[in-house]
Structure formats: structure tokens, C-alpha cells
């Protein structure tokens, strides 16, 4: 049954005149079924409004975001986001280390402000403060010569030598060395080569190539020193070392080596000769300190035998002069005795008669001789 009471006619009817169209058109089907502009747009602000919705609440059932209520920096939004960055890049340009044999200057606007020394240091955060390292505890080595005309020099008595050297070096003063001095291992190089020159110029070349290797390299160590501190370029001269120092032209060199090879010859021989002075000097010193002892020994006893024997004639002059004829028989009779004592003797009693031939054992007086020998 039809209702035409129906505002929009009858929903199925066709016999009116709206041919049983609603005012959207539809044909009289159902809400569900129908497109409409209207509910795309509502549609529409319903997503875009769930999804602001869900920002809000922290990216919906997902969990807590950086903007949402729950996050440390929810309160902040994305300009908290900006400033933890920030702070965190400031803490990480703000503290640097330095190597156990490296020092380290930190620049305040490009303008030096302080030396840091090894270990963990802190400085203000970049572009305000930087740091530039350089290892000043490491001996450094430059090498000047070789096949180019800088090892070519001219001596004082006019010659050519031909010289090769190695400087051994270090920072030390960082400051000095990055900013008074431009490049200044480019000014190394040539204040070694000035200063070498300089002392080769005032000596002779066979010293140079013979005996005065050593005073050369230490004459230039000053001379570079003394320059680089005039400077301020803040390096250490450690070593100066004479690599080569020969003259140009090869007859010339054997020449020189020969008398090189003559001097150490020499210094061979004076050394040898200098062992056997040690060797028979002291012997000898040794003897005639022998000697020495020996002839006051026999001094000694010398003079104590003739001492004694004057004492010994005074006591027998005393005696001599409290009895004279006594004295006198006594030492006749040690005389006598001194005389005869290691001669054979044949006494004969002269009151035994004139008849008694006086015998001499000529025989026996030979063999007793001959065993006395």
C-alpha cells in the first residue's frame, strides 16, 4: 500500500510525479547507499580530527611520543627536541683528549687562549673555542743534502765539500711553534743549511773531513739553536749528524782518504805505543825503586857500622888513656889473633937448643890449602 501522505511521495510508486525520487535524487534507496558531498566532508574532518586527536595523545594506543603528555619533552613540543640536541652536540665539542706526547693550544675565536696538557681537558663548546694537537714529546728528523747543489759548500781555504747532514728535533713550545714562525719546518730547514754554511765557511776542508767531523756538527747545533730562540720558534735542536763530507772530485776524495787512513794509523800506533808505555814504565819504576830501597838499606848500615866502630874507638881510647900499657898488649894480642887466625901456623920453642932444624910440611900445608877451597 502506497502512503501518499509521504512528504516525498511513495517510496515505489511511479504513477506521481516525482517519479519516486526523493529530493537527493536517489530513486528511493536506502540512506547507507546514497553518495552525498555533504557526508564526504564530514567524513574527512572526522579522519583529520582523530588524527590530531591521536598526536595529542601521544601517537594513539602506539605509546608515548616526543610531543605527546607522556614524554619528558611533551610540555616542551619540538622546540625541547631542538634544545636536547643542542645541548648535546655543545657537551661533545666540549670535552677532547690529548696523547700522552702530545700537547694541545686552544683557540678562543682564533686567538690563542691557553696550552692544555695529556689527558681528559675541557674548553668552551664550538665555534666559541677549538684545539690544534701536535706532538712535542716525538724527536722529528730533516734531512738536507743529497743529490742537489744545497749539499755543495764552499770551505774557508776555498774549496768545495760536499756535504750531507741529518738534524734531529722537537717542539717545545707549542705556542711559539704554530704562531710566531710561519711554517716552521720549512724555516728548520733553511736555518740548518744557513748555519752550516756559516761553519764551513770559517774552517779548512781537510779538518772537515778528517779531525773536525764531531766540533762541526756541534758548532751548527749552537748556531741553529742560538737563531731558532732569536726567532721564538719554539723548537729544540737535539742533535745535528754528519752523514757525508767529501770533496767533490773523486781524485781529491781518495787523496783525503788516504790521509784519513793515515791518521788513524797513527792514532793506531801512538795507542800501542801508549800500551807499552804503560807495560814497562811501571816495571821500571818499580826496579828503581828497588834500587832506591836497597841503597838506603846499605846506607843504613854503613853508616851504623862506622858509627858503631867510632864509638867502639873512643871506648878503647878511654881505656887506652886510663891504662896505656895494658890497653896496648890487649889490642896487640887482638891483632895478632886477627893476623893468624885463618893462616897455618908451625910454632917451634926457641928454648929448645940450637940443635933443632926448623920444619915446614910443605906437602901438608898444599892439601889443607886445597880443602880450605
Known amino acids: 500500500m502506497s502512503d501518499n501522505k509521504s512528504p516525498w511521495g511513495p517510496r515505489g510508486g511511479s504513477g506521481n510525479n516525482n517519479g519516486g525520487k526523493s529530493p537527493w535524487g536517489n530513486g528511493g534507496r536506502p540512506d547507507r547507499e546514497r553518495p552525498n558531498s555533504d557526508n564526504k566532508s564530514s567524513d574527512l574532518e572526522n579522519v583529520i580530527q ?23 619533552l611533551g610540555k616542551f613540543g619540538p622546540l625541547g627536541i631542538v634544545v636536547a ?18 700537547e694541545a693550544v686552544v683557540l678562543r675565536f682564533g686567538k690563542y687562549s691557553r696550552t692544555a696538557p695529556p689527558g681528559l681537558n675541557f674548553k668552551f663548546p664550538a665555534p666559541l673555542e677549538s684545539v690544534e694537537k701536535r706532538k712535542t714529546r716525538v724527536v722529528q728528523k730533516t734531512t738536507i ?21 741529518t738534524v734531529l728535533w722537537r717542539i717545545s713550545n707549542l705556542k711559539n711553534y704554530i704562531f710566531e714562525v710561519d711554517a716552521p719546518a720549512t724555516a728548520l730547514r733553511a736555518v740548518a743549511e744557513s748555519a752550516m754554511r756559516e761553519i764551513v765557511g770559517k774552517s779548512e776542508l781537510e779538518n772537515i773531513i778528517t ?34 763530507a767529501d770533496a767533490p ?47 838506603e838499606g846499605y846506607k843504613g848500615q854503613v853508616v851504623a857500622e862506622a858509627k858503631g866502630e867510632a864509638e867502639r874507638f873512643n871506648l ?33 920453642d926457641s928454648e929448645a937448643g ?3 932444624v926448623p920444619y915446614l910440611p910443605l906437602d901438608q900445608l898444599g892439601k889443607k890449602k886445597g880443602a880450605n877451597q
Not at 895494658?326 to 901456623?345: C, F, G, H, N
Open 50 to 72: 582523530g588524527f590530531k586527536s591521536r598526536a595529542n595523545r601521544g601517537g594513539g594506543s602506539g605509546g608515548p611520543s616526543f610531543g605527546g603528555p607522556n614524554s619528558p
Open 85 to 102: 640536541l643542542g645541548v648535546l652536540m655543545m657537551i661533545s665539542t666540549s670535552i677532547y683528549t690529548v696523547d700522552q706526547q702530545e
Open 145 to 165: 743534502g743529497g743529490n742537489d747543489n744545497n749539499s755543495l759548500m764552499l770551505t774557508g781555504d776555498e774549496n768545495i765539500v760536499d756535504i750531507d747532514f
Open 211 to 244: 779531525t773536525d767531523r764531531l766540533n762541526t756538527t756541534i758548532s751548527v747545533r749552537d748556531l741553529m739553536q742560538q737563531t731558532l730562540d732569536e726567532y721564538k720558534a719554539g723548537i729544540e735542536v737535539v742533535e745535528v749528524q754528519l752523514q757525508k
Open 249 to 295: 772530485d773523486g781524485r781529491v776524495v781518495d787523496a783525503f782518504r788516504d790521509v784519513v787512513d793515515a791518521n788513524q794509523e797513527k792514532e793506531t800506533l801512538i795507542n800501542e805505543a801508549t800500551a807499552y808505555q804503560n807495560t814497562v814504565v811501571p816495571a821500571a819504576r818499580g826496579a828503581a825503586a828497588k834500587i832506591i830501597q836497597d841503597a
Open 316 to 348: 878503647v881510647l878511654g881505656e887506652y888513656q886510663a891504662a896505656p900499657r895494658v890497653t896496648r898488649q890487649r889490642i896487640y894480642l887482638e891483632t895478632i889473633e886477627q893476623v893468624y887466625s885463618p893462616a897455618d901456623k908451625i910454632i917451634l
Open 354 to 356: 940450637s940443635g933443632v
